[in-house]
């Protein structure tokens, strides 16, 4: 077993070092990049040195703009409620007219069909007692003209 490692051990280190020293070969592609970017060590240094002092300038204070004229919220909360409360106001008296309204109605509608029932009734009853007279008439012609047949 011994053997079987260091035979094992000899051909890794045999294959490893050359394999290590051998490089990729680069694509035609990668070295046209290459030669067209041509940036050193200084080329980069001062890139990042640009990208760090944007990255810091973003992170800067920014002055402080006054406004023209100072903005009085409470006065500017006491007017927008006041016009909520207006027009919560206003709305209620709507709400209060339609019920108005509608129990107006109602009570327009229940006078009616009263007025209507009554005249109903009134009709009925001007129909009973002119049928009861006329019953009455006819009772009292038979009376009489039983009276006179008797004389």
């Known amino acids: 077993m011994h053997l079987l490692c260091h035979v094992h051990a000899a051909s890794s280190d ?22 067209d970017q041509k940036t050193g060590y200084s080329e980069r240094l001062k890139t990042a040195a640009a990208a760090k002092a944007a ?21 500017l909360r006491a007017a927008e409620l006041e016009t909520v409360r207006h027009a919560r106001s206003q709305a209620k008296a709507a709400r209060k007219e339609a019920a108005r309204e509608v129990a107006e109605a109602v009570a327009v509608a229940h006078a009616a069909s009263e007025a209507a029932a009554l005249e109903t009734k009134r009709t009925e009853r001007k129909q009973r007692k002119a049928v009861s007279a006329t019953d009455a008439k ?10 006179r047949s008797k004389r």
Do not use: C, H, N, W
Request: aromatic share 4%.
């Open 14 to 35: 045999a294959a490893g070092p050359a394999m290590a020293r051998m490089a990729p070969v680069p694509r035609k592609a990668e070295i046209a990049m290459k030669e």
């Open 55 to 75: 990255l810091l300038a973003q992170l800067r204070p920014k002055p402080t703009r006054v406004a023209e004229a100072p903005v009085d919220r409470a006065s």
């Open 138 to 147: 006819a009772r009292r012609d038979a009376k009489f003209a039983a009276y």
